[in-house]
C-alpha cells in the first residue's frame, strides 16, 4: 500500500547521470517486485526459464546494475527481514488482493480478453522461494553489496543515509521519508517509457528527489509530527488510517495541535490504533548495524555463465556487459586527463 504523502512531499526531477559516485541503498523487495511485475512477455506473464521458473527478476537486476555502473552509481541492496507484527493486515491484504486477481486473470484468459489477462497477470506478482538468493548470487558476481535487514528494508536503507553511508535511499514508498532518509529518490529502478493501464500510449517516467530537510520545512513539521500525520492518513502498520482524514487534513490537524494525543478529532479512532507502537516503528527501527560498504569487482565471465544456465542468451548478456565495460573505460580515460 505505502503512505500517500504527495501532498506534502516536495518532488524534484532528477536524472540518473546525476548520481555518478553517489552510494544509493535501494529497497530490494520494491524494485524486484516491479522487475517481476514490469518485465513480461508478450501474453502478460513474467520471463521464465525452459523449466518454467520464473526469471523477470533476474533480467532487471542484470540490465539495471549494468547501466548504474555504466553511468558510475553505486548501489547498495537492502532486502526485507520480518516484518513487524502489526503488518499483517497489509500483508494479508496484498496476498487476497493477488487471490482476486487471479481468478480475474483466469476468467479474462477464458474470455480471450488479452489485455485484462495482461493487466491482472501483474497483480499476481510474488517473490517465490529463491528468488531473493538468487538475487544477492548475481549481485555478488557484479560485486555490488547488499544488505540483509532485520525488519524492514525501507528502514535499514534510510539508515544508511541518515549514517552518511549512502547519500540517498531508493524506492516508491513514501515510507522512506518517515523511517528518516535524508534524501529519497523514486522512479530510480523503474524509468524509462511505461505503458499507461488500460490505454494504449506510454508516459515517460524520470527519477524525481524527494528531501526530507525540505519537507519539514516547508510543511513546517517535526520528523515526529510527520509520522503523527501518517498515521491518521494510513501506513502499513494500519493500513485504513483515520477514517475520513487525508493528506491535507492531517496536515491541518497536527499543525494546529502539535500531535495526536491533542488533537479533539481523533481521539475516539486513536482508541483502537497502537499509535505508540507505530511512532515507534518509524522513530527508532530494527536496522542492520553495517560497519562498511565494500564494493567489489564485476566477474563477468561468470555473470554470462550465471545467466546462461537460466536460458538467457549469451550474446545479449555479453553485450551489456560489453557496454558497461566501454563506459567504464572512457571514465577511466577521462579521469586520467585531470590528473
Known sequence: MGLNLKDVALREKTTLESFNTRVVA??????????????????????????????????GL?????????????????FDGKPPSLKAAEIERRRQTKVDAAVKYDRAVAEGDHEAARKYAQQVTTLKDGMVDQSKELLD????PHVQAPSEGEATAASLTATGQAWAAASQDYDSILFGARRLVRNFTNNGRRKVPNRNFYVTVEPEM???ERVLKSAGLSREQLVDMGIMIGTDFNPSGFYGIGPKKALNLIKKYGRLEDIPQVQEKMESTPYEKIRSIFL????????????????????IRYMAERDFSPNRVEQALGRMRKALEKKSQTLEKWF
Open 26 to 59: 535501494i529497497d530490494a523487495y520494491n524494485a524486484l517486485y516491479q522487475f517481476l511485475s514490469t518485465i513480461r512477455g508478450s501474453g502478460g506473464m513474467p520471463l521464465a526459464d525452459l523449466e518454467g521458473n520464473t526469471t523477470s527478476h533476474l533480467s
Open 62 to 78: 542484470l540490465y539495471r546494475n549494468a547501466s548504474f555502473l555504466s553511468m558510475g552509481i553505486k548501489p547498495v541492496w537492502v
Open 141 to 144: 558476481l557484479f560485486g555490488i
Open 210 to 212: 524527494i528531501l526530507l
Open 284 to 303: 527508532e527501527p530494527d536496522v542492520a548495524d553495517v560497519d562498511e560498504i565494500r564494493f567489489g569487482s564485476v566477474d563477468h565471465e561468470s555473470i
